[in-house]
């Protein structure tokens, strides 16, 4: 079945230090893939995706590159802010089996 | 535009009473997925729902039922609860259709705490 495996965490950083957030799965199918993240107290939201190999989704400075040979997905941004803590979710989701497959979340801190 | 929503935001039951949590999609959007997410325990896929009908179900107890209305709105029953249905469930509403690229949109979900 689909899976997804996720950096452990939680992750500490320093304001303006770079970030990556290690992300592999095992799909079925051909999957889309996605991070979400969860802002303290909220829902999911949205931050990127990718739908096909070597694409690279990007938004709020944070980026992830689409990587079929390495079945990768990590999550990367070059300069952190304090806004930026929360817990962050990969997920896939192949065709022919509609739901979002998540991996188990990394909570990340930024230190000021 | 309204984006998905849940209601209510918070509900105390105790064990073995029913829990009714329900869900309002983004307009245009006729798919809608209840996920489970326990303290410790990630986000668990529990039902999809694609115009009225369950499409899919996660690994959880038959006490755990739902349904798609006309109008694409949704609600999620709980029965005979017990303690570690204590969770946050949230739906989500994504564009009907089997297409892996469609994004899934969250709502903001509903606390259910069992005592």
């Known amino acids: 079945g689909d899976s997804v495996t996720q950096m452990e965490g939680p992750v500490t950083l320093s304001e303006e230090a770079f970030l990556t957030i290690n992300c592999t799965y095992t799909?079925?199918?051909?999957?889309?893939l996605f991070w979400y993240v969860q802002y303290p107290g909220e829902g999911l939201q949205l931050l990127l995706k990718?739908?096909?190999?070597?694409d690279k989704g990007s938004n709020k400075g944070f980026e992830a590159t689409y990587r079929k040979e390495t079945t990768s997905f990590h999550l990367e941004k070059g300069s952190v802010q304090v806004s930026d803590s929360a817990v962050y979710f990969c997920a896939l989701r192949t065709f022919g089996n509609e739901k979002l497959t998540f991996g188990t979340g990394t909570r990340l801190t930024i230190i000021p | 535009e309204a984006g998905v929503t849940q209601s209510p935001t918070h509900l105390i039951k105790t064990r073995g009473q029913q829990a009714t949590l329900r869900c309002s999609p983004i307009?245009?959007?006729?798919?809608v997925y209840w996920y489970q997410q326990a303290l410790g325990l990630g986000l668990q896929f529990l039902l999809w729902y694609d115009e009225g009908e369950e499409r899919n179900r996660g690994n959880f107890p038959p006490r755990f039922s739902g349904r798609q209305f006309p109008n694409y709105s949704s609600e999620l029953n709980v029965n005979a609860l017990e303690l570690e249905d204590s969770a946050l469930y949230l739906c989500a509403s994504s564009l009907g259709g089997p297409s892996s690229g469609n994004t899934i949109y969250f709502g903001e979900g509903s606390w259910l705490t069992v005592v």
């Open positions: 799909a079925t199918g051909y999957p889309s």
């Open positions: 307009s245009g959007h006729t798919s």
């Open positions: 990718a739908t096909k190999a070597d």
